[in-house]
């Protein structure tokens, strides 16, 4: 993974990861599991405090980030969480589910969001079953059966696919 084992923990510090189901401490505010996940990540304190405010803007948590995590929605926590895998700037961002739990303006801004991480040269690994929303943000699709990749195609042959899927 990014030219290293993936058993290396190195590998793992230019990955940002949001599971489906992520539980984060809820006694925490939001400012501080950011905090908290950066430097797990291995950042620098000076680098993950200058990139907290800036992501907190981009997840349209700002307002929110000094609440404890126990407050917040099922979609706040979930843009916090988005917030958390970019706090180390990562090369490869693994997505699972991100808009679980959201509402249409903030499904629009994390596609909004992944598009633009996408045009800097971000890879990110999208598993989502909403093909709706996955076929606005991603270029390749991969159909996976009990952990196979069976089928891989371009987002341009996804209607012709949809009809033998």
């Keep these: ?15 940002g990861f949001l599971p489906e189901a992520h539980r984060l401490p809820p006694y925490l505010t939001g400012y501080q599991v950011m905090h908290l996940f950066g430097m797990m990540s291995g950042s620098s304190s000076s680098d993950v405090l200058a990139r907290i405010g800036p992501l907190l803007e981009q997840v349209n948590m700002t307002s ?44 629009k801004q994390i596609k909004d969001l992944i598009l633009t991480l996408k045009q800097r040269g971000m890879t990110i690994l999208l598993v989502e079953q909403n093909f709706r929303f996955a076929s606005k943000v991603a270029d390749r699709f991969y159909l996976v059966d009990h952990g196979q990749i069976v089928d891989s195609f371009h987002v341009s042959e996804l209607q012709d696919r949809m009809t033998i899927l």
């Excluded at 990014?2 to 230019?14: E, I, N």
Aim: aromatic share 2%; charged share 30%.
């Design 1 to 15: 993974m990014l030219g290293r084992s993936p058993g290396d923990p190195k590998s793992r510090r230019r990955v």
């Design 64 to 107: 929110s980030a000094h609440r404890k995590i126990r407050e917040y929605s099922k979609g706040m926590q979930r843009r916090i969480g988005l917030a958390q895998a970019l706090i180390n700037d990562p090369q490869l961002l693994i997505l699972d589910e991100p808009t679980t739990g959201l509402d249409p303006i903030g499904t």
